[in-house]
C-alpha cells in the first residue's frame, strides 16, 4: 500500500464540516468550515484536489450527517477511512493544552490518519445493503416505540385496573387487542366471557376462550370504580391503538425487508446457516455490507461483531482476556441471536454447545463460542 502525500481530516456535523488538510510533516494546508451542501462539498473537494491529487480523506462518521460527503467522495474514486469519535476524543489528551474546536478535531483525524497504517477503507456497500440498513434501522426503531407504548400503557392500566395488568403479557397482541375494546372491570362484567369471546374471535385472536375467561375473572376481582378511572381508561384505549398501529407498521417493514434481502446474491448462502432466518440476515448484511473480501479474514470479522477476547496484559501479569470495547453491537446482536436459534434443531450446535457447557462455561460464555464458530462457517 502506498503512502499518500496528503491527508484530509473531516469533523462532521450536523449542518456544517470542518476539514483540516495536512502533509506528510503535519503541517495544515488548509482549514475550513464547509456547509453540508453539495455545491459547497464539491467547491471543497475540487480545492483539495488542486493542492495534490494523491490524498486519504478521513471522517469520524460513517452514516447519517456524513452520507453526502461519502457519497461525493465515491463519486469522485477518493479512498476514505473511517476513525471512531472515541478514538478522536482521546487523542487530543497527548497533546498540549485543554481547548477544544471543530478544527482541532479535525486536525486529529487527518493526523491520526497520518499516523496509523491499521485503518481500513471505508465501503458503504452495495444499494441492496444501504436500503437493508436503512430498513433495518427503522424496524429497530419501531419495536423500541411499541415496548415504550407498552410499559406506558401497563402503568396507566395499572391505575385503574391492577387486576387485569397483572394477568395480561402485553407483550401479545390478543390481549392488546381486548384492551382496544374493554377497559375497565365494569365494561368487562356487562358483557361477559361469552361476548367477549366472540368479540375476540372476529378479530382472530387466538386462545379467545381463555383470554375472556381471564379478563373476566380480573373484572369479579375489583369492584371498586378509580378516581379518573374514565379518563385513564380512554388513555388506555389510546395506547393499546397506537400498539396496534405499530404492530402493522412493523409487519410492513420486516416484509419490505425480506423482500430486498432476497435480492441479495449471498442471501441463500447465509439462509442455509442453521438459525439464521430473513430478518437476521438482512441484519448481517446491514452491519457488514454484504462483502467478506473487506474483512479478509474470519478472525477480523468476529474482531468486528465482538465474539473476539481482547488480551488485557501488564508486567507479570498474563492470559487475561476481555470483551472488547469497539465492535459493532447489531452483528454482535444478530449472530448470538442466530446462534440462541440453531440449539433448537441443529445437531452440530446442540453438540459445540454441549461441549463447551462440559468444559465449565456458562450458558452465556458457551453460546459466544458458539456464534464465535458459525462466524468461521458463515
Known amino acids: ?70 457519497g461525493l467522495l465515491l463519486s469522485h474514486d477518493q479512498p476514505m477511512v473511517y476513525i471512531t469519535g472515541l478514538r478522536v476524543d482521546l487523542a487530543p489528551a497527548s497533546c498540549r493544552g485543554e481547548g477544544k474546536t471543530d478544527a482541532m478535531d479535525a486536525f486529529v483525524i487527518a493526523d491520526q490518519a497520518r499516523m496509523r497504517r491499521d485503518l481500513g477503507p471505508l465501503r458503504p456497500g452495495g444499494e441492496i445493503a444501504v436500503d437493508l440498513r436503512t430498513l433495518t434501522a427503522r424496524r429497530t426503531d419501531l419495536v423500541a416505540d411499541r415496548t415504550r407504548r407498552i410499559n406506558r400503557l401497563r402503568v ?25 375494546g374493554y377497559q375497565t372491570p365494569a365494561a368487562i362484567r356487562r358483557s361477559g366471557a361469552k361476548r367477549i369471546e366472540t368479540w375476540l374471535r372476529g378479530r382472530k385472536v387466538r386462545g379467545a376462550a381463555a383470554l375472556a ?44 425487508i425480506e423482500a430486498r434481502f432476497r435480492e441479495h446474491p449471498h442471501a441463500e448462502v447465509i439462509l442455509s446457516l442453521p438459525g439464521t432466518g430473513k430478518l437476521m440476515g438482512a441484519a448481517f448484511i446491514a452491519s457488514t455490507g454484504g462483502d467478506m473480501d473487506a474483512f479478509g479474514s474470519a478472525d477480523r470479522l468476529a474482531g468486528y461483531a465482538g465474539l473476539a477476547p481482547a488480551p488485557r496484559d501488564s508486567g507479570r501479569v498474563s492470559g487475561n482476556l476481555r470483551r472488547p470495547r469497539r465492535f459493532h453491537r447489531g452483528l454482535l446482536n444478530a449472530m448470538c441471536l442466530s446462534a440462541l436459534s440453531s440449539l433448537k434443531s441443529c445437531r452440530a450446535s446442540q453438540t459445540y454447545y454441549a461441549r463447551k457447557r462440559a468444559e465449565g462455561k456458562g450458558h452465556k460464555q458457551a453460546l459466544v463460542a458458539l456464534a464465535r464458530r458459525r462466524v468461521n462457517v458463515l
Open 156 to 180: 396507566q392500566l395499572l391505575e385503574i385496573f391492577p387486576a387485569l395488568e397483572r394477568k395480561l403479557e402485553l407483550a401479545n397482541k390478543g390481549p392488546v387487542i381486548l384492551l382496544t
Open 213 to 256: 375467561r381471564t379478563a373476566v375473572a380480573a373484572a369479579e376481582a375489583q369492584y371498586t370504580a378509580l378516581p379518573g378511572a374514565k379518563r385513564a381508561a380512554a388513555m388506555v384505549l389510546r395506547l393499546a391503538t397506537g400498539v396496534m398501529a405499530l404492530d402493522e407498521e412493523i409487519a410492513e417493514v420486516e416484509t419490505l
Open 1 to 70: 500500500m502506498t503512502v499518500p502525500r496528503m491527508w484530509a481530516g473531516v469533523d462532521i456535523g450536523m449542518g456544517h464540516h470542518h476539514c483540516v488538510v495536512i502533509d506528510g510533516d503535519g503541517e495544515r494546508l488548509l482549514s475550513r468550515r464547509v456547509l453540508d451542501d453539495e455545491s459547497a462539498l464539491l467547491g471543497l473537494i475540487g480545492d483539495v484536489l488542486a493542492l495534490d491529487a494523491d490524498v486519504l480523506w478521513a471522517v469520524d462518521l460513517n452514516s447519517g450527517g456524513a452520507a453526502l460527503l461519502i
